[in-house]
């Protein structure tokens, strides 16, 4: 379940000056992706760090234009909409050495026979991490204090809210929550330091993969799951979805949850029932703020739009707007030190494949 951890970005002397060696890249990402990806600050480190092959954007790998830039290209600089890297794709990159993607999850279009060929890899995962665990933030806040159901009164009826609104809520503050982290993933570890640094919150975590000694470094109480989901105010889930994590949300630990158990998910929506979720919710017992759901979006007429207690959103944890720009950040300062001839900051390496998001 745990994701291979990573600094967030940063801009300090791997900045400052650029490398000796440029090398030959070509960008491959959805055009309309590129000036928030690159933004021109980052824009021109990127110009100063790389020789951009002609022509320096692809976003398909079958025009003779771009059979002829892969064929001398060292690097990919990969972003969202890129399409599969496999080994076809490689036969046409007889010289390619590094894929640097300026996005999330690799799972999406890299093949294993890249890691088969020696090519190192990179991923801008931990740059994504920081607004997603914003959103955490901000949806265990907001929850807590029942804002979503206190606003929908109040908007319904254009009145204060009366002492009877609260009483209604099984509880309701952020003072000594237990928060429930499921996954030590890049995000669930910035969502843990922030619940340490702005709540004053008890952590606990199930990661089969965190062992004791890193478990108190975290600060955190590891437990099993079904401690978890039953002992927490807050279940927050940041698990990658791989076979062993799909549906680890069942039905018998929604059950679990104590009345008026907040659950947030900003993985994905395949590791919570959402069917067995829901009868829970629109009973009132439970609270919700999804950011994810199976399918997606749910179907028209799914209770769960219309409900007080359940806040939906349109997969946007991530980096949007502005945010884009810190992924291809990330990405250029690892081309500078791919350029140095320095190890990754961030790898991604064959065996992290089977417990990545």
């Known amino acids: 379940m745990r994701t291979t951890e990573e600094a967030p970005a940063r801009s300090g002397t791997d900045a400052a000056a650029p490398p000796e060696r440029r090398p030959r890249t070509v960008l491959v990402m959805s055009p309309g992706l590129l000036d928030d990806v690159f933004p021109p600050p980052v824009r021109a480190r990127l110009e100063e760090t790389a020789e951009l092959l002609d022509p320096s954007l692809i976003s398909e790998f079958d025009s003779p234009d771009a059979v002829r830039a892969l064929a001398s290209a060292e690097v990919l600089l990969t972003g969202w909409g890129c399409p599969p890297v496999d080994a076809g794709l490689l036969e046409r990159a007889p010289r390619l050495r590094a894929v640097i993607h300026a996005a999330g999850t690799v799972k999406t279009f890299l093949s294993p026979a890249a890691f088969d060929r020696g090519i190192t890899v990179s991923s801008a995962a931990a740059a994504n991490a920081v607004p997603v665990a914003e959103y955490t933030l901000a949806a265990i806040i907001m929850g807590a204090k029942r804002v979503f159901p206190l606003a929908g009164l109040y908007r319904a009826r254009r009145t204060h809210r009366t002492g009877a609104d609260l009483d209604r809520q099984h509880w309701l503050g952020t003072h000594g929550l237990t928060v429930g982290v499921v996954g030590a993933s890049r995000i669930g570890r910035r969502v843990i330091e922030l619940l340490r640094v702005v709540l004053d919150a008890e952590v606990l975590l199930y990661d089969p993969y965190v062992g004791a000694a890193e478990a108190e470094l975290l600060g955190v109480t590891r437990t099993d799951l079904d401690t978890l989901v039953a002992t927490s105010d807050v279940v927050s889930v940041h698990a990658p979805d791989t ?3 799909r549906g680890i949300i069942d039905a ?10 907040l659950l947030v998910n900003t993985a994905r929506g395949t590791l919570v029932d959402t069917e067995a979720l829901t009868g829970h919710l629109v009973s009132g017992r439970l609270d919700a703020v999804l950011d994810v759901t199976a399918p997606e979006p749910l ?27 810190r992924l291809g950040a990330l990405a250029v300062e690892e081309l500078t030190r791919y350029a140095r001839g320095e190890p990754f900051a961030h790898p991604v390496h064959r065996a992290d494949l089977g417990r990545i998001a």
Request: charged residues 15%; without cysteine; glycine residues 16%.
């Open 243 to 245: 076979p062993e994590t």
């Open 252 to 261: 018998r630990r929604i059950g679990l949850m104590r009345p008026g158990t």
């Open 299 to 325: 179907p028209a007429g799914h209770p769960l739009w219309d409900l007080p207690n359940v806040f939906l959103t349109p997969h946007l944890a991530g980096a949007q707007g502005n945010e884009v720009g």
